[in-house]
């Protein structure tokens, strides 16, 4: 079963053709990596699957319910997923405690909620992230890049997505702290059954956490499989070229056609 289909989407601005015919599932519970150059057209795909855009054409799907155009049944289902910011530093209110940042987030359910009720859901969403519930009361500043982001994914969590869409979310952090956060994906995943369209221009970024890749080029998808098969035999020359750039412990990756 796939939580997340996108069927031959086309995404154009004005006479830009920024997406080409797209088409990749996340199955249910699974982390598919997209990965390609800037301009290549992967945030416009994340875009489209959260309402931001509308596909010029093609179809997409959550759990088999269509996010594209108006309607009840698409705000319902749109609800199911949620788009995790690229940079932590503008994605929160820096005027707004960054536990009622999470609080005010729940609403994405769709359901009511008690005022005690939403303080417990935000005390286990931080815990669940590794801030300590107890900062809740504490304005973004407070926290380093590393933890606004762990902050941001709890945001995420708080309107409990089947279907979470990471667009670029260590490129904003030191390198120090993205293996963190990276984990805290990886955790969550595993706790909470989501699953994941993980997208980055880093390739050793998308292999470390991705079931499966899609590499995209000029708004296409050129190639397509499970992580290690993939990078194991690159089938696509552009797939090969962005393997060379990413180094493995200490040296570059070679091919017999280097
Ligand atoms: N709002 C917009 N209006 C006009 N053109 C846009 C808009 N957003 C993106 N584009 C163009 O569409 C193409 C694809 O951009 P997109 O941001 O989807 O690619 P990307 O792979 O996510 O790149 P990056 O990693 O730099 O964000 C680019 O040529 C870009 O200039």
Redesign the pocket.
Known sequence: MNALEIDDVT?R??R?L??DGVSLAVPQGRTVGLV????????????AVVGL?RPASGDIRVGGASVVGRGAAVTQARRRTQLIFQDPFSALDPLMPVGASIAEATRATGRRWSREAKAARVRELLGQVHIDPARADELPAAFSGGQRQRITIARALAGEPSVLIA??VTSALDVSVQGAVLNLLRELQRDLGLSILF?S?NLAVVRYISDEICV?RH?RIVEAGETEALLRDPADGYTRELLRAVPVLGRRMEFEDA
């Open positions: 995404v601005y004005r830009e920024a997406v390609g150059e800037s301009g290549s057209g992967k945030s416009s795909i994340a875009n855009v667009d670029e997208i221009h995209m708004g």
